[in-house]
């Protein structure tokens, strides 16, 4: 037998092999990924800290040194440090300004939140018993209604104590997530100082494992992909700000209350592209309506008047066609990435099938060239009559042509 076929042979049956053992052992696997992923987790969050950084570092390094340090040793690891040095800066005067600013009027608001919530449910439910009483419903309706009425009030108490409850636990959680951000922002640091060699050597495995040319198709769709979530993860982010800043000025001139906690939670779902600042309405307006429901009212309008500000004239400025796709396919990236990722598939959705797209049209486009298709075939009209059930006027005319035998 040949021997490249015998190693063809043995890898086959090698893959047969390892299939089965995972397929039949796969609770062990998932447990042993999540075992694995919970070691590198910090290793993760800095290389996601670094790809969001690195996009304010390469403004600094192209504004502010665009020839760096020419004239003294080892000048480009030098321009290298003053720019991390600057970005972390950046990132820390940002932490500052919303401990300092925001987080104690986010705080205040919880709090005066919590300590009225039970004279609003109390409210609510003289409100709602008064307007049940004067329907003149017969007795069983009325015992009914007061019985569900009762059984949600229950069901909200018992969520409070519950959420009360668990504070110890969200307290550990939330101190382990501060111990691997913090591992994180270290090692990010390391990974934008080396970042080109760091390149270098990613590049340098993907020859080493794939051939020629298949390396060279990883290599560019990695660039674009690249590319792609920079410019969307950059222009989301001051969006974000953005929209949550005119969000707190604009109910302040209303007068609405919880302002600071409410932009706060506009602007960190506005990073959700399309569906982002509405699905924070949603919570936000129920608070305000157990304040004054004329005042929730007047919110849903702003935010609605706010979401066409921004859809039409910040959003296009901002983060323009960076991501490249339409209306349609951001929807559905969306919906898909909630399916399989919840919120951070939501995120990474966007960009990912921009990805996607751009890697299929271009496929299509050579395809289609190669094969010589004409492209009337395939162009806007014509499709638009195939969808019509119409002829276009070429086919029409043709049929209208008479026939040599007439």
């Not at 500052?96 to 009027?105: A, D, M, N, S």
């Not at 017969?138 to 959420?163: L, V």
Request: aromatic share 10%; proline share 3%.
């Amino acid at each position: 037998m040949d021997k490249d076929v015998f190693k063809k042979y043995i890898l086959i049956a090698t893959y047969i092999v390892l299939l089965y053992l995972v397929l039949s052992h796969l609770d062990v696997v998932i447990s042993s990924l999540g075992f694995l992923y919970n070691v590198v987790k910090p290793i993760v969050i800095g290389a996601c800290i670094m790809f969001v950084m690195n996009v304010l570092l390469k403004k600094y390094e192209k504004v502010l040194f665009k020839k760096g340090f020419p004239t003294i040793k080892n000048g480009a690891k030098l321009k290298r440090v003053i720019c991390i040095l600057l970005t972390y800066a950046t990132f820390a005067a940002f932490i500052v300004i919303l401990c300092v600013v925001v987080v104690p009027q986010v705080a205040q608001s919880v709090r005066s939140l919590a300590e009225s919530l039970p004279g609003y449910l109390s409210a609510a439910n003289t409100g709602f018993m008064d307007f049940v009483s004067r329907l003149g419903l017969p007795d069983n309706i009325w015992e009914t209604i007061r019985g569900f009425w009762d059984q949600f009030e229950s069901s909200f108490s018992d969520i409070i104590k519950s959420a009360a409850g668990t504070a110890i636990d969200a307290t550990v959680t939330a101190t382990k997530a501060i111990i691997n951000f913090l591992i994180g922002l270290i090692f990010a640091a390391y990974m934008l100082f080396a970042k080109e060699k760091l390149v270098k050597i990613t590049k340098k495995l993907c020859y080493a494992i794939f051939k020629g040319k298949a390396a060279d198709k990883i290599i560019e769709i990695a660039a674009e992909a690249n590319v792609t979530f920079a410019r969307f993860i950059g222009g989301q982010l001051l969006e974000a700000v953005i929209l949550g800043a005119l969000c707190f000025i604009g109910m302040l001139i209303l007068r609405l209350p919880y302002a600071p906690l409410i932009a706060c939670l506009i602007g960190a779902t506005s990073l959700i592209p399309v569906l982002g600042a509405y699905l924070g309405t949603i919570p936000s307006a129920f608070i305000i309506l157990m304040v004054d429901p004329i005042k929730a009212l007047v919110f849903v309008i702003f935010i609605i008047v706010l979401q066409q500000i921004e859809n039409n004239f910040i959003y296009p400025k901002v983060v323009g066609n960076a991501i490249g796709l339409e209306g349609l396919w951001v929807f559905a990236a969306i919906v898909i990435g909630s399916g399989l990722g919840g919120v951070m598939g939501m995120l990474v959705g966007v960009p990912l099938m921009a990805v996607i797209y751009s890697l299929v049209r271009t496929y299509t486009a050579l395809a289609v060239e190669k094969r010589g298709v004409d492209e009337s075939k395939y162009d806007a009209q014509a499709a638009a009559a195939i969808m019509e059930g119409t002829k276009t006027d070429e086919s029409a005319s043709d049929e209208e042509k008479p026939t040599s035998s007439q």
